[in-house]
């Protein structure tokens, strides 16, 4: 039975807290929202009513947030169904204002943690059992308005209502995708993710010198495989080289051992040598990409060659037939090893890691469409690839056969999915229901 949500306090008001906040004020819910002062809280709320885009839609709704400080107002907590701590990632940080909140908040109200990679494990070690049951982690993706994935993830001492009632409140109210993730490092979205980044810049060092340009590898790495336009350095420039590299180190500390993708968490030594000088991406006015102003006003893409070390004018790329479909991750060419690797190796890694992020296959590709907008999510590939073929080419190739492909080979079926999408493989071999969205 879940409990009901009409309070919602926000403790941390900074991109995170502001857009959750935005989110419950717009649908009605009385917000509480702290910060360190009350001059960050007033900065919240000029971002929640005028940042881009704003929190709100409806302006006057921003009367169902009450602003103040952490230091004077947390007592205020008392009254809200929901504490949703969003203040810096650190652990410390975060544990010493749960031990501050957990005897002024009420029994029955549920809490959350905002984080992107520290185990809820390490923030509730040691806290109040009520606590340790009332608690999970909500990771949302920022923007919070815009973007569809929230994941849930609870902890061992979790009850299973305060799951269900964060699922159904932030699904039916909040307009979230709830995904249900397990409390391992970077959860299911971001563990496949920076797989897929991390490991791409790797091969396309290789394939830059096998002499494909940097705009192939991005046009290799968006429509063929169903992934954004962006690609995979233009993906990077937005995120920043100094996000990545934050990520990359917490991802050599955390990732369980034998992971394979404990040696790709350093940056090549081109990216490496960027990071070092600044050159972080779009925040720092270019990374692999930059827009230079011309004299008479127009713009012009610029390309930072990572083999020249220059910047030159970016190159339009049509890739042909045989590459622009996920069939060109089968070419004997060049691209076709560079996709191989990057995409077959990252659906390779997906199909490893169940059960260890997720319990099956819908929570991992809801996670990759709803989080990093994948046409398709890892299984969903999979199935349009042909899972026979890629497990011949995984066989060929002598490498360890990840989890899922066995169990589809095992259960002797041929699909993730069938029926119309309608039934899901799960790791007993048995078809399944797919859960309502
Ligand atoms: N920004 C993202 O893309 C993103 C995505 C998912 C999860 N997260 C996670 O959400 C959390 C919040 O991230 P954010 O991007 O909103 O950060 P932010 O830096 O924008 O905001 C953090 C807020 O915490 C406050 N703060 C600073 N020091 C504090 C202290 N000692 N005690 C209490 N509050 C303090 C700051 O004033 C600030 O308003 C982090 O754990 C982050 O990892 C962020």
Request: proline content about 5%; overall charge negative; charged content about 25%.
């Amino acid at each position: 039975m879940s409990r009901q949500i009409n309070s919602v306090a926000v403790l941390g008001a900074g991109t995170m807290g502001s857009g959750i906040a935005g989110l419950c004020a717009e649908r009605d819910r009385k917000v509480l929202l702290l910060d360190v002062s009350m001059e960050a809280a007033e900065k919240a709320l000029d971002r929640i009513l005028n940042g881009r885009p704003p929190a709100l839609d409806t302006p006057e709704k921003a009367s169902n947030i009450t602003l103040g400080t952490l230091a004077d107002d947390l007592d205020r907590i008392a009254d809200c169904d929901w504490i949703c701590e969003a203040v810096i990632e650190d652990v410390e940080t975060k544990r010493a204002l749960f031990e501050r909140l957990e005897p002024l908040r009420k029994d029955g109200s549920v809490v959350s943690t905002n984080t992107s990679g520290i185990p809820l494990r390490d923030i509730t070690e040691g806290m109040p059992e009520r606590l340790r049951k009332d608690i999970v982690v909500t990771h949302f993706f920022n923007p919070v308005k815009v973007m569809r994935l929230l994941e849930i993830v609870p902890g061992v001492d979790t009850t299973p209502d305060v799951v269900d009632t964060l699922a159904s409140f932030c699904g039916t109210e909040l307009g979230k995708g709830v995904v249900h993730a397990k409390d391992t490092v970077n959860f299911i979205g971001n563990r496949i993710g920076c797989y897929w980044m991390l490991t791409g810049l790797h091969h396309a060092a290789t394939a830059l010198d096998e002499g494909l340009s940097m705009e192939t590898v991005d046009a290799l790495m968006s429509g063929p495989v169903g992934l954004p336009p962006t690609g995979l350095y233009g993906l990077i420039d937005l995120i920043g080289l100094d996000v990545m590299d934050f990520v990359g180190k917490n991802l050599a500390i955390n990732l369980p051992a034998g992971d394979v993708g404990a040696d790709f968490t350093a940056f090549p030594k081109a990216e490496q040598a960027m990071l070092e000088r600044g050159q972080l991406g779009r925040k720092s006015g270019g990374g692999f990409y930059r827009m230079q102003k011309l004299g008479d006003g127009s713009k012009k893409k610029e390309t930072f060659d990572l083999k020249t070390g220059d910047w030159r004018d970016a190159l339009n790329i049509e890739l042909d037939d045989t590459h622009r479909s996920p069939d060109g991750l089968f070419a004997d060419d060049a691209e076709g090893r560079f996709s191989w690797h990057t995409m077959g190796g990252t659906l390779s890694y997906a199909a490893d890691l169940i059960p260890q992020i997720s319990d099956d296959v819908v929570n991992v590709d809801r996670a990759m469409r709803w989080g990093f907008a994948w046409a398709k999510g890892p299984f969903e590939l999979l199935d349009a690839l042909g899972p026979d073929r890629v497990i011949e080419k995984i066989e060929a190739s002598g490498l360890h056969m990840p989890k899922m492909l066995d169990v589809l080979r095992n259960a002797g079926v041929d699909t993730f999915y069938r029926n119309d999408g309608t039934e899901f493989l799960g790791v007993d071999g048995q078809y399944h229901p797919v859960p309502a969205e």
